[in-house]
């Protein structure tokens, strides 16, 4: 289309820079909600790691060691869902440090939200409340856990060794229960002999 007059190229370029400027802005708007949507996904995965340890304990306080090394198991598979959505937020966070002109290292939460306007300014300090909230009790959960477990084989190592010492001081428990000295001879070994 020939261009008519002086004003009129001026506009065409002005509408030019502003389709290309246009477009680099929602793609990089589009790049902040992919974050947007990684961190949620995070934030769910991390809650079902927390359900799963909730569910572990009760298990290991029943007993249940079939079910616990299923849910061990599934725990290996979330993490590794979980490092994946790290691989593919530290990606975007790339993309965004270039956009904004900022180290990656710098692009915290809180420093991503410092820089934001709402509505993603909102969205991202909700989720890293969320996120330091939900990781916090993780940690408190799998501290709890490995306390039981501890305490678990604590008591165990206990009985064995109390075991080990009667075996070695020849004692044995009567029928009514009572720790006495063994007298060497086998129950089958006596009636024989």
């Not at 598979?77 to 270039?98: F, G, P, W």
């Not at 856990?145 to 001081?169: D, K």
Request: glycine share 6%; aromatic share 6%.
């Amino acid at each position: 289309m020939p261009v008519k007059s002086l004003d009129e190229a001026t506009s065409i370029h002005f509408s030019t820079e502003q389709i290309v400027e246009d477009e680099y802005r929602n793609k990089h708007i589009e790049c902040l909600g992919d974050l947007i949507e990684i961190l949620e996904n995070e934030l769910k995965h991390y809650r079902i790691l927390v359900s799963m340890l909730l569910e572990q304990r009760k298990c290991f306080a029943e007993g249940n060691m079939v079910s616990f090394e299923d849910i061990n198991k599934r725990q290996g598979t979330m993490i590794l869902k979980i490092k994946t959505l790290e691989e593919a937020r530290k990606s975007v966070i790339s993309q965004l440090s270039q956009w904004l002109g900022v180290p990656p290292e710098e692009l915290t939460l809180s420093g991503l939200a410092n820089l934001m306007d709402d509505p993603y300014k909102g969205q991202l300090i909700i989720l890293r409340e969320d996120i330091k909230s939900t990781i916090k009790n993780l940690e408190n959960i799998k501290e709890s856990n490995a306390y039981l477990v501890q305490h678990a084989l604590h008591y165990v190592s206990g009985v064995l060794r109390i075991f080990a010492s009667s075996q070695s001081q020849n004692l044995r428990y009567s029928n009514d229960g009572q720790l006495e000295q063994d007298q060497g001879k086998g129950k089958y070994v006596s009636g024989w002999g």
